[in-house]
């Protein structure tokens, strides 16, 4: 499979199993709980670094506490393995930051 294949749900849902994310409709989505404001910011600015090296870029949502990133790979329509190498490095910054998987 290459990375511009488009997944179906039942194609991502062991990897995503036990993760923030949940694949609906042609995007993956993943919801972050963090102790503040400051600390949702902290965990966007770290994903943006890996997003960059990754040369794959999610949309957000930050509130107070509260990170929520949509991934997709527009170019093609639907979720493919650059979104589930973008989740599994977000999975990666979050644990390591603190932030609790939910909204």
């Known amino acids: ?7 179906s749900p ?3 849902a062991d990897e995503l199993s036990g993760t923030a994310f949940v ?8 919801a972050y709980s963090t102790a503040d404001f400051t600390s949702a910011v902290r965990l966007l600015d770290a994903v943006a670094v890996a997003a960059e ?4 870029h999610p949309e957000v949502q930050v509130g107070w506490g509260r990170v929520v990133f ?3 790979s527009h170019d093609v329509g639907g979720v493919t393995s650059r ?3 973008l989740a599994r490095r ?10 609790r998987v939910g909204n």
């Open 53 to 56: 090296e990754l040369n794959h």
């Open 83 to 85: 979104d589930l190498a």
């Open 23 to 30: 694949h609906i409709d042609e995007r993956l989505i993943g």
């Open 90 to 99: 977000i999975g990666g910054i979050a644990a390591e930051q603190g932030a």
């Open 1 to 7: 499979m290459n990375e511009r294949s488009i997944l």
């Open 10 to 12: 039942a194609e991502t």
């Open 70 to 72: 949509e991934l997709s």
